[in-house]
T-cell receptor, first 113, second 111 residues
Framework: AQRVTQPEKLLSVFKGAPVELKCNYS??????LFWYVQYSRQRLQLLLR??SRESIKGFTADLNKGETSFHLKKPFAQEEDSAMYYC???????????????FGKGTKLSVIP | EAQVTQNPRYLITVTGKKLTVTCSQN?????MSWYRQDPGLGLRQIYY???????DKGDVPEGYKVSRKEKRNFPLILESPSPNQTSLYFC??????????FGQGTRLTVV
């Protein structure tokens, strides 16, 4: 069974400080990892997916298969980054699992002015 | 504009009164799903559908029903709502290998 763990329910940082939101996963197959963000009273939206290897809003995330982690990082936090962040996993290649997203429980990021 | 639309956005109802939350997508996605979001529990999948007339249970299906008669629509039905179904509900759709699109959410309160 696949599992996504986000160990921190709440993370508070000062504006300008570095941010790291942790995500660990367990999955026996070949995973695809995502970060979704939910701003206050808005729908979830995709922030990053590991296969894209891009930086969105200054955030990056690297898939570390050895440590089974996909931590989200940003060097300098901004107030507008305050939101709920969800790490998610799905099967990478084929079958029903390539649709199914398994979410972590989320981390609420609060950036203090 | 590509989107997933849920209705209603807010709903207050009484225990036992049947209700339906609609979900519609305009992207011709084959896959649709329903989640509930609760504090401290994150997103939990209720039901999903791989295509028309193909539905299956997610992690927390008790007390819910779904149907997929058309590709674009995936309504969530609560035959006899109870207070423990008070939650924020999200519908999502996707195609294989593509990102998931989420609806704007339906906040349901059962009193």
């Amino acid at each position: 069974a696949q599992r996504v763990t986000q160990p921190e329910k709440l993370l508070s940082v000062f504006k300008g400080a570095p941010v790291e939101l942790k995500c660990n996963y367990s999955y026996s197959g070949s995973p695809e990892l995502f970060w979704y963000v939910q701003y206050s009273r808005q729908r979830l939206q995709l922030l990053l997916r590991h296969i894209s290897r891009e930086s969105i809003k200054g955030f990056t995330a690297d898939l570390n298969k050895g440590e089974t982690s996909f931590h989200l990082k940003k060097p300098f936090a901004q107030e507008e980054d305050s939101a709920m962040y969800y790490c998610a996993l799905r099967e990478a290649y084929s079958g029903a699992g390539s649709y199914q997203l398994t979410f972590g429980k989320g981390t609420k990021l609060s950036v203090i002015p | 504009e590509a989107q997933v639309t849920q209705n209603p956005r807010y709903l207050i109802t009484v225990t036992g009164k049947k209700l339906t939350v609609t979900c519609s997508q305009n992207m011709n996605h084959e896959y649709m799903s329903w989640y509930r979001q609760d504090p401290g529990l994150g997103l939990r999948q209720i039901y999903y559908s791989m295509n028309v007339e193909v539905t299956d249970k997610g992690d927390v299906p008790e007390g819910y029903k779904v149907s997929r008669k058309e590709k674009r629509n995936f309504p969530l039905i609560l035959e006899s709502p109870s207070p423990n179904q008070t939650s924020l509900y999200f519908c999502a759709s996707s195609s294989r290998g593509e990102k998931a699109f989420f609806g704007q959410g339906t906040r349901l309160t059962v009193v």
